[in-house]
């Protein structure tokens, strides 16, 4: 992680597994907390929006407990935590008491094609769309490895052609036309380079200003967790006095 500039990704795929790691040690102060009631007509889960970090949160924009998650599309502990973490991640969020924010950090130009077409809609189709990433990423990972080659043909492609080539050799158009962005939208999304390079810019910015080493990293109101896996954090949120539902 020591450069994450467009041309910095340009890294053999393989490589992203062992980018993936666990947090840093750090405490965070016990509070009591109350569910706070949504908006009228409306569910905190709904509530949506982008960061100026670049990341998107879900649920209340001023929950007293504010979960921050650093993640690579292509990490499988990143897959595994949101298999695990779906239904508890939901109940909180729902209390209004949590909320819930996912920032990239890119470990490879795979990566890089699924954080641009995970913003291909507005700020509440982010999650749901990067989930469904997580939860096929064998699939995904399997075209890879079917056909290396076309992969590194399309990371040879012009700037402005990369991340449509590596989405067409690995299958994500179609993927995400399944999913509701259509063929045109995605290839609009994935000719944004200057987009690109700010998500590269800020994964290589926040990585070094906040220690993110790896991913899965955890942060609970600003504090850095020494946790990988829901088993671990549920119980730390529970302490934190996370409601239930």
Known sequence: MKRLALAGLALPLLLTLGACGESSESNVPTSVVTAV??????????????????GFRIGNPD?????VEYASHTC???ADFAAESH?????????GAVSFELRNQVHDPLDMTMALLARCGDPATFQP?????????????QSVQNDPQALQQAMQAPPAQQFQQIAEATGLIDFVA?????REQATQCLARTDLAQQIAERSQTQSEELDVQGTPTFFLNGNKLDVGSWEQLDPILRQKGAPSA
């Not at 009631?37 to 670049?54: K, L, N, R, S, Y």
């Not at 469904?132 to 990972?141: H, L, S, T, Y």
């Open 76 to 78: 499988p502990h990143c």
């Open 129 to 141: 769309l990067a989930s469904q990433f997580w939860a096929n990423q064998p699939q995904i990972m």
């Open 178 to 182: 399944a999913r509701g962005v259509s």
């Open 87 to 95: 239904e508890g991640i939901e109940e909180y969020v729902s209390t």
């Open 63 to 67: 929950a007293p407990l504010k979960l």
């Open 37 to 54: 009631p949504p908006p009228a007509g409306q569910q905190w889960i709904d509530v949506a929006a982008e960061t100026p970090e670049g």
